[in-house]
Structures are given as C-alpha cells and as structure tokens.
Nanobody, 125 residues
Framework: QAQLVESGGGLVQPGGSLRLSCTAS????????IGWFRQAPGKEREEVSC????????YYADSVEGRFTTSGDNAKNTVYLQMNNLQPEDTGVYFC??????????????????WGQGTQVTVSS
C-alpha cells in the first residue's frame, strides 16, 4: 500500500528549529515531486516548498525563503523539511504530498495522489 508518513512536528519557541520527515512506502520518491504544505486555522492551505525527486531542484514560498530547506535522501526514500528561525506565523499542520514527475513544483492545483497524515507545528513562547 503506497503511503507517506510524516514525523517531526512539535512545540518550539520563536527563533527555534524543527525538522520534519516524510517517508514513502510503496513507491520511490526519486521519480516524484514532493511538496510541503501547511494549513493554519482559518487560512488556506499554502505550499511552502517543493523538491523535484529526480534532480533535487527546490522551490520555496517567499514566506519561508532563507529559513526553510527541503532535501531528499533517496536511500531512505525520505524527504526532509528543515525549518529554522521559526515564527508564530509558521504555526499550522504541515503535510507532505507526492505526485509523479515535476508538475507539483510548477503548477498550482496539479493532481496529488499521495498525502501524508499531517504533523502539528506550533511556534509559541
């Protein structure tokens, strides 16, 4: 059964760091694009980063550029989201998602067959 499993969320103070993990089973991430999305209460879901599995090209939303880094480990079939200098506005449920090819990184609302279960990130003092 193909699925994505996330881990690594939690509570952190402003300025702190967290690393989220997204591990795939049933398919290999190196032929997929993997996006990280977040959903804050009362706000629309936002794609914060994306990585193209086949070549590691990465993209970031302006709101996280310079603070978040996404990377992949093909041997572990896992993608990571390193989040530094976290701020209260980064609070939300974070989801990873995977779609074949590269479209997820280039086209908003492109079809996404696989979603992780989500992990809560709370930034608060």
């Amino acid at each position: 059964q193909a699925q994505l499993v996330e881990s690594g969320g939690g509570l952190v103070q402003p300025g702190g760091s967290l690393r989220l993990s997204c591990t795939a089973s049933g398919f290999t991430l190196d032929s997929y694009a993997i996006g990280w999305f977040r959903q804050a209460p009362g706000k629309e879901r936002e794609e914060v980063s994306c990585i193209v599995g086949k070549d590691g090209t990465t993209y970031y939303a302006d709101s996280v550029e310079g603070r978040f880094t996404t990377s992949g480990d093909n041997a572990k079939n896992t993608v990571y989201l390193q989040m530094n200098n976290l701020q209260p506005e980064d609070t939300g449920v974070y989801f990873c998602a995977a779609a074949p090819g590269e479209a997820l990184c280039y086209y908003k609302n492109s079809p996404v067959p696989y979603w992780g279960q989500g992990t809560q990130v709370t930034v608060s003092s």
